[in-house]
């Protein structure tokens, strides 16, 4: 079964660090690049972060450069989020995608906001509360 797992959400305060990881299974998560998006209450997803397959590129929203870092382990079949010096404006649910379609270049996040492209594998989301 092809699927994507999210994990390591959870609370923290303004200022903490968390760090998400996203793992395949039912196919080689290696072959794709792959994003991370996430969703707050009564907002539209927005997307934050993608990575190539090779990890020689890595795009980043502006709300969340200089923040957030995406890495990946293709041995492991993960893709990690690494983000630090956390609002509460970060409180949502995020989740990785990828499909075969899925191109992680200079154009993706102006193409996949203006577009709203719905991939074909999503996760089912971990949840991330920055409150103090």
């Known amino acids: 079964q092809v699927q994507l797992v999210e994990s390591g959400g959870g609370l923290v305060q303004p200022g903490g660090s968390l760090r998400l990881s996203c793992a395949a299974s039912?196919?080689?998560?290696?072959?794709?690049?792959v994003g991370w998006f996430r969703q707050a209450p009564g907002k539209e997803r927005e997307a934050l972060v993608c990575?190539?397959?090779?990890?020689?590129?890595?795009i980043y929203a502006p709300s969340v450069k200089d923040r957030f870092t995406i890495s990946r382990d293709n041995a492991k079949n993960m893709v990690y989020l690494q983000m630090s010096n956390l609002k509460p404006e970060d409180t949502a649910v995020y989740y990785c995608?990828?499909?075969?379609?899925?191109?992680?270049?200079?154009?993706?996040?102006?193409?996949?906001?203006?577009?709203?492209?719905?991939?074909?594998?999503y996760g089912r989301g971990t949840q991330v509360t920055v409150s103090s």
């Open positions: 995608a990828t499909d075969r379609f899925f191109v992680c270049d200079s154009n993706w996040y102006v193409d996949w906001t203006a577009r709203r492209t719905e991939y074909d594998y």
């Open positions: 039912g196919f080689i998560l290696g072959a794709y690049d």
């Open positions: 990575i190539t397959s090779s990890k020689s590129r890595t």
